[in-house]
């Protein structure tokens, strides 16, 4: 009955993410007409070998990637934003991304001081992402349990991140200049280069992530009354809170692991949705904040490979560039839309 | 007299706190029965444990010792879904932000009955209509739910108990922070629902003189004693007297009403 009021909003929202998709394929370095970027998803031969390599072996998967990336931060942001009733909460403010790289550089820089010796290897920098946003959001969950104040737990994910840094730049002053190389190129996000293979494991841990957030729809609905009111309504909070734990976690740090921290995706593409669609229901604003976040990441990617340049911009300085002005917005304008 | 079903009996119960080290007895040996198709008022001082025996009665909280019977079963062995069926709650928390209609804040109430989706059957719509029209807040059900007043917003609430279709409602302090107007028409509200939906309602209150009048039953607690009778017989065994320290406050027995002196 909700969705159907919406129809408009998303075939609009639906058309708008397959034109972003074709545009971020057709645009970069090289130009490839709009029309044969058609055809190759048609199946069709392409008149030059060249552009179904590059579009093939290079930006389908950056492209999925995009998708990917952008539908499961945001997702997390929704269902931490309801959660911890904070509408500043998202992955990255409450230092998920923080506890990833922390993960990451503990792996990457300390290899050689916690003597853990399989660096190099995609599955161990994955682990100790998962891991680390795993243990950060548990610390959350903690301390919100102890401290009833929402503003706390923004708090905790700020001195997260502090600690994070602090840590880091006392690993890198012991770490050779190629892992801190590594290290650096990993922190900046990249969602080039991504193998086949690693777009399937992405895609794998997104869809398996997004499944159970799709779960808590529910039960999220009834925690915007408050967890008293959720729980007189038959609510397991308890069951809702590990579901959750898990969905944002396995989103956060498998994210995080293969394409970097992408900041301020996962807070703003939620109150978008919101915005856009006038509603608290769940069950829209799942699908609305899928479909933005993955418009507003393939957007972000095509605007940072920059058309016809021979360079690059760090994903993670466009997402921060266009993300931080709407939070900003949001705050001013925050009665109406939350 | 016919009396009326027993809905929710309590069995040798003591409430109160309990952490790690050491137990919080607020009160001890409390033997209630309530009854359906009744408005009970529960007065006390603040801190005498009023809302730690409500929440104990909704299993917000756990007894210290004994039992509570939500129609002949425990309600240590409920699951919350079948609580939820047979409990609802109004609370005295502010509710967060969000973009919520009235509407869809009383839809909630049917959540106990509604699929893994939420999905609403023709019949959780019908039970959501009544609830709108027995509170009478047909036009303001397509309100978002900070744009209306305080007053309208506990009426709101009491839809979403009533939606949740149970035989028991139980509400704490609601008619705090209303003036004399919309305090009485809540109450009024409430006894009507009781006496027209056989359920059992039970509200906290600190407008004692108001309770005495609207109510069917009282429960009066004090730091020694919990008793549960009619408003007149609590007058007439001078039990109000023992409501609120002496040296400032007594009962006026003619009157029915607090003087203060």
Redesign the interface.
């Known amino acids: 009955?909700f969705l159907k009021h919406h129809q408009t909003k998303f075939s609009i929202l639906l058309l708008l993410v397959s034109l972003a998709f074709l545009l971020n394929l057709s645009l970069g370095q090289v130009a490839i007409p709009f029309l044969e970027v058609v055809h190759f998803i048609l199946g069709k031969k392409l008149p030059q070998e060249t552009w179904h390599y590059i579009l093939l072996d290079f930006r389908l998967p950056k492209a999925i990637t995009a998708l990917l990336v952008g539908s499961g931060l945001s997702i997390c942001g929704l269902l931490m934003q309801t959660f911890f009733?904070n509408?500043m909460a998202g992955p990255y403010v409450l230092g998920l991304s923080s506890g990833s790289s922390l993960g990451v550089a503990i792996l990457l820089l300390g290899s050689e001081i916690f003597s853990l010796h399989y660096i190099s290897s995609q599955i161990g920098i994955a682990t100790a992402s998962f891991m680390g946003s795993l243990f950060v959001l548990l610390l959350i969950v903690l301390v919100s349990r102890k401290l009833k104040d929402t503003m706390s737990i923004l708090i905790v994910g700020l001195m997260f991140s502090s600690f994070t840094s602090a840590f880091v730049s006392v690993l890198t002053y012991f770490s050779t200049a190629e892992q801190l190389q590594r290290f650096t190129f990993w922190s900046m996000g990249n969602l080039a280069n991504m193998s086949w293979e690693q777009v399937l494991q992405l895609a794998l841990w997104v869809c398996s992530g997004t499944f159970l957030a799709f779960?808590v729809?529910?039960p999220l609905?009834?925690l915007?009354?408050?967890e008293?009111?959720a729980?007189?309504?038959?609510?397991?909070i308890s069951k809702t809170r590990w579901i959750i734990i898990f969905s944002s976690s396995i989103l956060a740090g498998s994210i995080t692991a293969l394409v970097g921290p992408i900041a301020f995706v996962g807070l703003a593409v939620p109150h978008i949705a919101?915005l856009m669609f006038?509603?608290?229901?769940h069950?829209v604003l799942f699908f609305a904040t899928l479909l933005l976040g993955s418009l507003s990441m393939l957007i972000c990617d095509t605007i940072s490979q920059l058309p016809g340049q021979s360079f690059m911009i760090p994903i993670n300085a466009i997402t921060s560039l266009f993300g931080a002005p709407i939070v900003i917005y949001l705050l001013i304008h925050k009665?109406r839309?939350? | 007299m016919v009396e009326n079903d027993i809905i929710l009996e309590c069995k040798n119960l003591t409430i109160g706190y309990q952490n790690k080290t050491k137990k919080e007895i607020i009160t001890q040996n409390i033997n209630l029965q309530l009854r359906t198709e009744k408005l009970i008022g529960l007065v006390g001082v603040n801190g005498v444990g009023k809302s730690t025996f409500l929440r104990t009665i909704?299993k917000?909280q756990n007894p210290l010792a004994g039992d509570i019977f939500v129609n002949n079963l425990s309600l240590n062995n409920m699951s919350?879904?079948v609580?939820?069926?047979q409990?609802?709650?109004v609370?005295t928390?502010k509710?967060?932000?969000?973009?919520?209609t009235v509407y869809?804040?009383i839809a909630?109430?049917r959540?106990?009955y509604?699929n893994?989706?939420?999905?609403?059957s023709p019949k959780d719509i019908e039970k959501v209509n009544w609830a709108i029209q027995q509170t009478q807040i047909q036009d303001i059900v397509d309100k978002k739910h900070?744009e209306i007043s305080d007053g309208q917003l506990q009426k709101v609430m009491i839809a979403r108990a009533l939606a949740?279709d149970t035989s028991i409602v139980v509400l704490d302090e609601p008619t705090t922070h209303l003036d004399l107007y919309h305090k009485v028409s809540i109450v009024k509200l409430l006894k009507t629902l009781a006496h027209n939906t056989q359920k059992c309602i039970v509200l906290s209150t600190h407008d004692v003189d108001l309770a005495i009048q609207m109510c069917d039953d009282m429960i009066v607690m004090t730091p020694q004693h919990i008793y549960l009778d009619t408003p007149k017989n609590l007058i007439e065994n001078n039990i109000f007297d023992t409501v609120f320290p002496k040296e400032l406050i007594s009962f006026n027995k003619r009157k029915g009403k607090f003087s203060f002196q």
Request: glycine share 6%; hydrophobic share 35%.
């Open positions: 009955m009733r509408p779960l729809n529910k609905d009834a915007l009354l408050g008293n009111y729980k007189s309504m038959g609510v397991n919101k006038h509603t608290s229901n069950k009665n839309t939350w | 909704t917000m919350s879904r609580l939820s069926q409990i609802a709650s609370f928390d509710l967060p932000q969000s973009q919520l869809e804040i909630l109430g959540q106990p509604t893994w989706l939420g999905k609403l900070n949740q």
